[in-house]
């Protein structure tokens, strides 16, 4: 059984930064790529970013040159580095992980930006 515990949401205000951490648990291992969601209501789920065990990175427009995905296998955590905040960027943002043979998703985490 594994887990994908996140963390790091709440509130900010626009222009600011938060910093997702997502730690995988359990027998989730051999991670094969590690991503990023949200879904804001109304909307559809997005993909934010990911990354790949290879360390190929790739980016929404939208977020592009404001945030930064990273991994770190060995503790099988992935981050989200989200500057320059938007209220655009309010969210429940969602971690996912891929082993080769299966994919996991956290319960996902509040972002809102606000003044």
């Known amino acids: 059984q594994g887990q994908l515990v996140e963390s790091g949401g709440g509130l900010v205000q626009p222009g600011g930064s938060l910093r997702l951490s997502c730690a995988a648990s359990?027998?989730?291992?051999?991670?094969?790529?590690m991503a990023w969601h949200r879904q804001a209501p109304g909307r559809q789920r997005e993909l934010v970013a990911l990354?790949?065990?290879?360390?190929?990175?790739n980016y929404a427009d939208s977020v592009k040159g404001r945030f930064t995905i990273s991994g770190d296998s060995a503790k099988n955590t992935v981050y989200l580095q989200m500057n320059s905040l938007k209220p655009e960027d309010t969210a429940v943002y969602y971690c996912?992980?891929?082993?080769?043979?299966?994919?996991?998703w956290g319960q996902g985490i509040q972002v809102t930006v606000s003044s």
């Open positions: 359990g027998s989730i291992s051999r991670l094969s790529l």
């Open positions: 996912q992980v891929n082993t080769f043979q299966k994919q996991y």
């Open positions: 990354v790949t065990n290879t360390g190929n990175t």
